[in-house]
């Protein structure tokens, strides 16, 4: 039961341009969320994170948006740069539930000249 | 500062095989995790390890064993290997509670015939 789901298998950017990365949930009860990224044959690292008391966080050109009452969060990237080409993977959890964090498939983003 | 590494990068198991992914990391974290990541699915939490001594059953635990060795190391064991077994295979770690990120190893390819 894939309880954090992202929609969009893929995504192509230019660069320069806003990247937009979408994902939604299903457990009313998730209580934090985070966004990781992936490059081929290296493990996620963290990108960005966003308790639920809160609709949005930012850290430099990553903002991610949180809409509780539609169980959808959202990753911007502004401006979009060729490094930014990866895996996006959004995560979800309950602060009661140790580290008991449910990934989406992930999101591959590729940024063209 | 290595962080995380696994040993080994890749490995080729016959069914019924058995075998030991290593985990170890250098960052003094309490908390220790196993993932595993099919296609087209995201990370599914096996096991973790919230500190040294105690370790708890994730998402998808049938078929492994695991060992907190000490602070420092985390080992996930396949007693007898089968075909769904086959995945790219993730340990992380993180300082502590849930608002902690978690850092990740490169992975281990694991294929069983």
């Known amino acids: 039961d894939q309880q954090v789901k992202q929609n969009s298998p893929s995504l192509s950017v230019q660069e320069g341009r806003i990247s937009i990365l979408n994902c939604d949930y299903t457990?009313?009860?998730?209580?934090?969320f985070l966004w990781y990224k992936k490059y081929p044959a290296e493990g996620p690292t963290f990108l960005i994170s966003?308790?639920?008391?809160?609709d949005k966080n930012e850290d430099g050109r990553f903002t991610v948006f949180l809409n509780k009452s539609a169980k959808h969060l959202s990753l911007h990237i502004v401006p979009s740069q060729p490094g930014d080409s990866a895996v996006y993977f959004c995560?979800?959890?309950?602060?009661?539930?140790?580290?008991?964090?449910?990934f989406g498939a992930g999101t591959q983003v590729v940024v063209t000249p | 500062n290595a962080g995380v590494t696994q040993t080994p990068k890749f490995q080729v198991l016959k069914t019924g095989q058995s075998m030991t992914l290593q985990c170890a990391q250098d960052?003094?974290?309490?908390?220790m995790y196993w993932y595993r990541q099919d296609p087209g699915m995201g990370l599914r939490l096996i096991y973790y390890?919230?500190?040294?001594?105690?370790?708890d059953k994730g998402e998808v635990p049938n078929g492994y064993n695991v060992s907190r060795l000490n602070k420092r190391e985390f080992s996930l064991r396949l007693e007898s290997a089968a075909p769904s077994q086959t995945s790219v295979y993730f340990c992380?770690?993180?300082?502590?509670?849930?608002?902690?990120?978690?850092?990740f190893g490169p992975g281990t390819r694991l294929t069983v015939l």
């Open positions: 966003i308790s639920s008391i809160k």
């Open positions: 390890s919230a500190s040294e001594g105690t370790t």
């Open positions: 960052m003094n974290h309490n908390s």
């Open positions: 992380a770690s993180s300082e502590g509670w849930v608002y902690n990120e978690q850092f």
């Open positions: 457990n009313s009860m998730f209580d934090y």
């Open positions: 995560a979800a959890g309950r602060t009661d539930s140790w580290g008991k964090f449910q």
